[in-house]
């Protein structure tokens, strides 16, 4: 069994709340891997297929876990999507969810094209912590984290809670950053 020096972060939420924002800026600081599973799908047709009601493609969730193994084995890697109770609950030491308020939410979605259902059902699933319920079901209680994704200061707060030592809270802990910013756990 491979020994990860730097841990795996899952990045989720509904859509819109920040997960590409956020996961673009920590791979840059950190040195850590981005994945966005909705491009991987894309270029690797993953999907199972057309949800007309939403007007989508399905995500094939075996294939991504198959496409993504072997990467997610060597660490390092932030994952970012909307859903997260499908992935190995051993691929990854730290589980972040967005949150955003409501009204937030709905000018987003909105912006993004969403219409009808689409956008009710996304609104709705942020209100009932739908996203945050299925994280605390699919992995530890204590790797799972909301972060507020409301206003452009939230970025900045986050990244720095997530990566500089003097500022972590207790969630944090377990982190500690290398040489050249790079995050890895404390094992």
């Given at each position: 069994?491979?020994?990860?020096?730097?841990?795996?972060?899952?990045?989720?939420?509904?859509?819109?709340?920040?997960?590409?924002?956020?996961?673009?800026?920590?791979?840059?600081?950190?040195?850590?891997?981005?994945?966005?599973?909705?491009?991987l799908a894309q270029e690797g047709q993953l999907f199972d297929g057309f949800d007309e009601e939403?007007?989508?493609?399905?995500?094939?969730?075996?294939?991504v876990v198959d496409e993504l193994e072997d990467k997610m084995g060597d660490g390092g890697v932030?994952?970012?999507?909307?859903?997260?109770?499908?992935?190995?609950?051993?691929?990854?030491?730290?589980?972040?969810?967005?949150?955003?308020?409501?009204?937030?939410?709905?000018?987003?979605?909105?912006?993004?094209?969403?219409?009808?259902?689409?956008?009710?059902?996304?609104?709705?699933?942020?209100?009932?912590?739908?996203?945050?319920?299925?994280?605390?079901?699919?992995?530890?209680?204590?790797?799972?984290?909301?972060?507020?994704?409301?206003?452009?200061?939230?970025?900045?707060?986050?990244?720095?809670?997530?990566?500089?030592?003097e500022r972590k809270s207790e969630p944090y802990k377990h982190f500690q950053t290398e040489q050249?910013?790079?995050?890895?756990?404390?094992?």
């Amino acid at each position: 069994m491979k020994i990860m020096k730097r841990p795996n972060i899952l990045l989720t939420g509904t859509p819109g709340v920040g997960k590409t924002t956020l996961g673009k800026e920590l791979a840059q600081r950190t040195g850590l891997t981005y994945v966005n599973v909705g491009d991987l799908a894309q270029e690797g047709q993953l999907f199972d297929g057309f949800d007309e009601e939403y007007q989508c493609p399905v995500l094939d969730e075996d294939r991504v876990v198959d496409e993504l193994e072997d990467k997610m084995g060597d660490g390092g890697v932030i994952v970012d999507y909307h859903g997260c109770d499908f992935f190995p609950e051993r691929w990854f030491q730290i589980v972040f969810v967005l949150r955003t308020d409501n009204t937030n939410l709905y000018s987003r979605l909105e912006g993004r094209g969403y219409t009808g259902k689409k956008l009710q059902d996304n609104v709705q699933c942020e209100i009932f912590q739908t996203i945050y319920e299925e994280a605390m079901e699919a992995y530890k209680e204590e790797i799972v984290h909301q972060l507020p994704s409301n206003e452009p200061e939230d970025l900045e707060r986050n990244l720095e809670q997530v990566t500089q030592p003097e500022r972590k809270s207790e969630p944090y802990k377990h982190f500690q950053t290398e040489q050249q910013g790079h995050v890895s756990l404390a094992w």
